[in-house]
């Protein structure tokens, strides 16, 4: 996920206001010991409706901590304002989850450190705000396809034409599109007939063509953010021995190369 520090708008400032919050010179004034126990934002991830929020805890003696996730542009407005149990610790690094996103729209977040007791001389409990805010993006988010696993016998008999499972997923923040899924064996596993099980790959889009006894590439293929999927292709093998089942993925936009490929082996008998 892309995400930035960034500083609220004014519109979001006065919704952050509106929310309860410890802001502008028209509020109560905090000690100066208060207000270094402000928490440090430091990102926030979008997945879907939820949002992950990481801050530092730079209190000492928080009873609850208060995420204020708002709309960023203008208008502005709160979407979301959650009391979250303390950190256990000075100084340690603590990730909370917001719920209820609206879809497709940029929002930054904001935390308080709550404190146990009312600050002295009012009858409100002292509430550090953090001076950085965390933004992200739905339509920055990089795309990311993953090819999670290949599963099936790994001892086979030599004689059987199996089904293995590809297993495919989307962990990124956007819909994928035009994915394109490579399969290759080697050593005594070749490709079968696969018109058994081209229907479980139609589903997400793919069209496939058997390019030799030993590849086949799908292409066109789709996956939602957060979806995935196990179409399977069928194997063949020459008499016994070792062989393996190859997977490489790859779609539009896709950033993440680290997890576009994996293998299967096999020791047929």
Known sequence: MTTRRCAL?????????????????????????????????????????????TFVDNSTNESTFRIIVVTKGTPSFSVATVEAPPNPGHGRVVTR?????????????????????????????????????????PASVPSDVALQNIRGNVSPQASASPAYLVELRNPGGNDATGITVDVSTSGVATLGDQAGVLGGWNANGFTCATNSPTSMRCTGGNLKKGEQTGPAVIVRFTGPGLGAIHAQVSGAGDTNAGNNGTALNVNAS
């Open 9 to 53: 708008d004014v519109m979001a400032v006065v919704a952050l206001a509106a929310s309860g919050m410890v802001l502008g010179s028209g509020a109560p004034r905090a000690a100066a010991e208060e207000i270094e126990q402000a928490p440090d934002v430091q990102s926030l991830r979008l997945e879907g409706s939820e949002a992950y929020v």
């Open 97 to 137: 989850q917001v719920s209820g996103m609206p879809p497709g729209q940029a929002v930054c977040a904001s935390v308080s450190a709550i404190g146990p007791e009312p600050v002295p001389g009012t009858t409100y409990q002292y509430s550090a705000q953090s001076y950085n805010h965390a933004c992200a993006d």
